[in-house]
């Protein structure tokens, strides 16, 4: 697999000074900025868009898949584009189709038209991210290395703090598209500011051949299994034709899809990678960290707004503290890798998710904000130091020739893996409560006796009898759904724990100056 950290502008291009500096990096942290606050924006503004679009919350899910997996699925092909037609070029129309489709967004008029318009939007701005990093590292003195790395980790640790809080406000005051068309000024910016300042620094080209065949099989066994992932609930998995005909799909697709390139010359996915244990051994870390942290990113505003009553604001602001913490802890982190065994940051950051999901599995139906908010806290310790210590761990022994491919096929896999926790967090959710209620239903109908008080208390308080039972129903469902998420939390703690062990499988790594970043 190529990434754009394979391409970087010509050499002999003097680094940037003064305001051009100032003014191009700012340019360029803002287009990463946008691009990572897509994937977190639309979270907690799902029963607002659902409700408005005539849908339900689990179809709505689709708003957020459809932009991972089409984003990821973009990633292998941005080395191969880069290479062809020049890292600025690329990265300045890959804004402004992100830019054209966040519009598209903002103005869809349907479920359907709004994931199609965020697919486009997910698939368009897949060269964004690596083509900033390359970018930033180019306009920089190579003795500022490290400064233009922080630039542009910061970005992507602010972004999703930015994104829970505005899009709950947008929804609660504006209409929900604004979520979307607020890219449009942002992108119009950076396009006419990195054009203006970087289209005489364009990089050389040269014509590459493309696994043409390798990323089709991969469209179509991601894409199948995704749809699989996304309908299987509703459509109630292998009792229908159609979840069995995409399952097939996705196998056979992705047996062909190894097949090929196991034995293609150029390929779109370098497989031969995983004959590294720290690189498979990393990668499986972290996807499932990244797969468990996103999950439980859309369960906290889901449950909070379907059943405690949140607004769409209040329940972004539960979820700032993750990455506030977050831009406080990366730096010491950074600091901790020069010195210590990456396997030991890595350990810190799972030991600190698994308590904060410990701690959130003890939540009650009355929790107060801040009893929601601190362990959120907690896992913010977790997030500033996950990436780093991961991608470390999975980079390491890789050549130097071969890290900017590795580091592109775990972000792929990352995504990829995002995209299923997504699809996946809904159906175990609901099952959970279905069984949670079944069970409180059962020790209702063997207490009748306390049952016949309850009722009798609530018409005593003027309650007709059908509203009586209304509120006793209502009452069963939140506690099944709180028990439901009480579930996941400690099915989440327990997999931060077994990340752990599959940590210390790996060998050791050399402390590291300058923590590689995933591209």
Known sequence: MSSAAEISPAATQAPLKGAALAVTAFALA??????????????????????????????????????????????????????????????????????????????????????????????????????????????????RRTTALAVWSVTTLVAPICGPIL????????????????????????????????????????????????LGLLVVWAGALQVM???????????????????????VGFGAFLLWELTEEHPVVDLSLFRSRNFTLGTIVFCLGNGVFLANMLLIPLWLQTQLGYTATWAGLVSAP?????????????????????????????????????????????????AIALPLMVQGISSGSFFIATIT????????????????????????????????????WDRQEALHQSHMADLTSATMPALGNILQTLRDMGLSDLAAKAAVTREMIGQAYLLASVDMFTVSAWLCIVAIVIVWLCRRCAPHGTPPLAD
């Open 229 to 251: 992932l996304d309908t299987g609930k509703n459509a109630d998995w292998f009792a229908s034709t159609q979840i069995v005909v995409l399952a097939v799909v996705s196998v």
């Open 30 to 143: 803002m287009g990463t900025f946008t691009q990572v606050l897509d994937t977190t924006i639309a979270n907690v503004s799902l029963p607002t868009i659902a409700g408005n679009l005539g849908a339900s919350t689990d179809q709505a899910t689709w708003i957020i898949t459809s932009f991972v997996v089409a984003n990821g699925i973009a990633v292998p092909i941005t080395g191969w584009l880069m290479n062809r037609y020049g890292v600025v070029r690329v990265f300045v129309l890959s804004m402004l189709g992100f830019t054209i489709a966040s519009l598209l967004c903002g103005i869809a008029w349907s479920l359907e038209s709004l994931v199609f318009f965020r697919a486009l939007q997910g698939a368009l701005s897949g060269p964004i991210i690596p083509g900033s990093q390359a970018l930033m590292l180019s306009i920089f003195p190579h003795q």
């Open 322 to 370: 993750t990455g506030a913490i977050a831009v406080l802890v990366t730096p010491l982190a950074a600091r901790m890798m020069s010195r210590f065994d990456a396997r030991w940051v890595a350990t810190i950051a799972f030991a600190a998710s698994a308590v904060s999901y410990f701690m959130r599995a003890s939540l009650t139906a009355d929790a107060s904000f801040m």
């Open 167 to 214: 899009g709950g406000y947008i929804s609660d005051s504006w209409h929900w598209g604004w979520i979307f068309l607020i890219n449009v000024p942002v992108g119009l910016m950076v396009i006419a500011l990195c054009w203006i300042n970087l289209r005489e620094r364009e990089t050389a080209t040269r014509k590459l051949p493309i696994d043409a065949i390798g």
């Open 393 to 428: 761990i999975l980079l390491d022994g890789i050549p130097p020739e071969r890290i900017p491919s590795a580091s592109g096929l775990s972000n792929f896999a990352r995504i990829i893996a995002a995209g299923f926790s997504v699809s996946l967090i809904t159906t175990f």
